[in-house]
T-cell receptor, first 112, second 118 residues
Framework: ELKVEQNPLFLSMQEGKNYTIYCNYSTTSDRLYWYRQDPGKSLESLFVLLSNGAVKQEGRLMASLDTKARLSTLHITAAVHDLSATYFC????????????FGKGTKLSVKP | GAGVSQSPSNKVTEKGKDVELRCDPI?????LYWYRQSLGQGLEFLIYFQGNSAPDKSGLPSDRFSAERTGGSVSTLTIQRTQQEDSAVYLCASSYSGTATITIYGYTFGSGTRLTVV
């Protein structure tokens, strides 16, 4: 059974600081997604990582994937308040297409 | 449509009543997924429709839950004899089928239906 674990589940950080969110998954998959969810809103796609060593960056967020370690990281650089949200990683069950299995999410709060 | 549309956006029902939640996927998306998100929790997979194939119902929590997808488009999630633990946000998503197109276009989520059972 595919399991996806994120840590930390809660993260409070000050503006300007850096931090990393970790996502571990239990079985082989070659698609990993990161989503952002604002309170009361739906999920916004951030990144899709397709292969070992893949790295993608958008603004202050950078995601990477190590398929051998079954680990993805979401690195936040010089956090700003607008990044406050819940971040989810998700892995495709069955490898490349099918339903997503989500981690429990990391609730990020960036304080001035 | 431009996005995945879900209705109603909010539903309050009495314990024991049946409810129907609707999802209208993006035109051309052949795959459709239902998830449940309880307060402060992650997304729990419920059911997955892929084209004309039999749906993957492995995530449905009990036989009170069922879903249909008519004509390969609109889907309805039905919860019979609702219980308080069914209170959650029910999210629908859709995607193209096929590895390449999913890779390019990803999964698109609707805004959800917030179900409250009182």
């Amino acid at each position: 059974e595919l399991k996806v674990e994120q840590n930390p589940l809660f993260l409070s950080m000050q503006e300007g600081k850096n931090y990393t969110i970790y996502c571990n998954y239990s079985t082989t998959s070659d698609r990993l997604y990161w989503y952002r969810q604002d309170p009361g809103k739906s999920l916004e796609s951030l990144f899709v990582l397709l292969s070992n060593g893949a790295v993608k960056q958008e603004g202050r967020l950078m995601a990477s994937l190590d398929t051998k370690a079954r680990l993805s990281t979401l690195h936040i650089t010089a956090a700003v308040h607008d990044l406050s949200a819940t971040y989810f990683c998700a892995v495709v069950r069955g490898g490349s297409q099918g339903n997503l299995i989500f981690g429990k999410g990391t609730k990020l709060s960036v304080k001035p | 449509g431009a996005g995945v549309s879900q209705s109603p956006s909010n539903k309050v029902t009495e314990k024991g009543k049946d409810v129907e939640l609707r999802c209208d996927p993006i035109s051309g998306h052949t795959a459709l997924y239902w998830y449940r998100q309880s307060l402060g929790q992650g997304l729990e997979f419920l059911i997955y429709f892929q084209g004309n194939s039999a749906p993957d119902k492995s995530g449905l929590p009990s036989d009170r839950f069922s879903a249909e997808r008519t004509g390969g488009s609109v889907s309805t999630l039905t919860i019979q004899r609702t219980q308080q633990e069914d209170s959650a946000v029910y999210l629908c998503a859709s995607s193209y089928s096929g590895t390449a197109t999913i890779t390019i276009y990803g999964y698109t989520f609707g805004s959800g239906t917030r179900l409250t059972v009182v």
